[in-house]
C-alpha cells in the first residue's frame, strides 16, 4: 500500500531563508506527487504536481520540488521564505483511479513558522 | 466563482445524533472526495464518488455513508455520532490531476 512520510513535524526558518521540506513515499508505480498548503482554518490548495517527466517541478508561491525516484523523494523547496508562508504543508501521493484522477493518501504535515 | 463549498462550517452534535454534511461544487468535477482530517495523522479519505449516483469506500468508511444524487452535491452522512468522529472534514472535487478543497466542517461529538 502506498503511504507517506514527512519526517518533519515542525520547522522554524527565518524571513528570507531558504526552505526545504522533506517528503519520501512508498509507491509500487510511477508515482503521482503534490504538495499542498494549508493556512490555519482554511482548505488546502495546491502547490505544485509531479507526473512524469522533468523531476524538478515548478508550482506557485515561489516553491518547486525535485523528484528523485532512487530515494524516493519528493522535497520541497522555496529560495527565500516570505512570513506569509507560514502555514502547515502536507505532501502527497495519488493512487490512480482512471485516467485523470487519483485517491490521495497524505502525510502527516509538516507546520512551518517563520520568525523576523 | 463559489468553487467548493462546505455547509455547516462547525457543529456539535450529541453521541448517538445524526446528521449530514454538505458538499456542493460549482465546477462540473465529475470526481468528489471527503475526507477527516485528525491531529498528527494528515488527511484520510472517507468515499468518494467518481461520477453522479456512484460512490466508493475509503481508507476510513465506517461509521460513514454518502450519496451522490446530484453531479454538484456529494453529501456524507453520520448516522450515530460517536466522540472519534470528531474531526475537520473536507470535501474535494477534481477534474483532471489536483483537487480543489472547501473550507471544511468542524464537528464537535460530546
Known amino acids: 500500500a502506498q503511504s507517506v512520510t514527512q519526517p518533519d513535524i515542525h520547522i522554524t526558518v527565518s524571513e528570507g531563508a531558504s526552505l526545504e521540506l522533506r517528503c519520501n513515499y512508498s509507491?509500487?508505480?510511477?508515482?503521482?506527487l503534490f504538495w499542498y498548503v494549508q493556512s490555519p482554518g482554511q482548505g488546502l490548495q495546491l502547490l505544485l504536481k509531479?507526473?512524469?517527466?522533468?523531476?524538478l517541478v515548478q508550482g506557485i508561491k515561489g516553491f518547486e520540488a525535485e523528484f528523485k525516484r532512487s530515494q524516493s523523494s519528493f522535497n520541497l523547496r522555496k529560495p527565500s521564505v516570505h512570513w506569509s508562508d507560514a502555514a502547515e504543508y502536507f505532501c502527497?501521493?495519488?493512487?490512480?483511479?482512471?485516467?485523470?484522477?487519483?485517491?490521495?493518501?497524505f502525510g502527516t504535515g509538516t507546520r512551518l513558522t517563520i520568525i523576523p | 466563482n463559489a468553487g467548493v463549498t462546505q455547509t455547516p462550517k462547525f457543529r456539535v452534535l450529541k453521541t448517538g445524533q445524526s446528521m449530514t454534511l454538505l458538499c456542493a461544487q460549482d465546477?462540473?468535477?465529475?470526481?468528489m472526495y471527503w475526507y477527516r482530517q485528525d491531529p498528527g495523522m494528515g488527511l484520510r479519505l472517507i468515499h468518494y464518488s467518481v461520477g453522479e449516483g456512484t460512490t466508493a469506500k475509503g481508507e476510513v468508511p465506517d461509521g460513514y455513508n454518502v450519496s451522490r444524487l446530484k453531479k454538484q452535491n456529494f453529501l456524507l452522512g453520520l448516522e450515530s455520532a460517536a466522540p472519534s468522529q470528531t474531526s475537520v472534514y473536507f470535501c474535494a472535487s477534481s477534474p483532471f490531476h489536483g483537487y480543489t478543497f472547501g473550507s471544511g466542517t468542524r464537528l464537535t461529538v460530546v
Open positions: 509507491y509500487g508505480a510511477t508515482p503521482y
Open positions: 502527497a501521493v495519488g493512487t490512480w483511479i482512471n485516467f485523470g484522477n487519483e485517491k490521495l493518501t
Open positions: 509531479y507526473f512524469s517527466g522533468d523531476t
Open positions: 465546477m462540473n468535477h465529475e470526481y
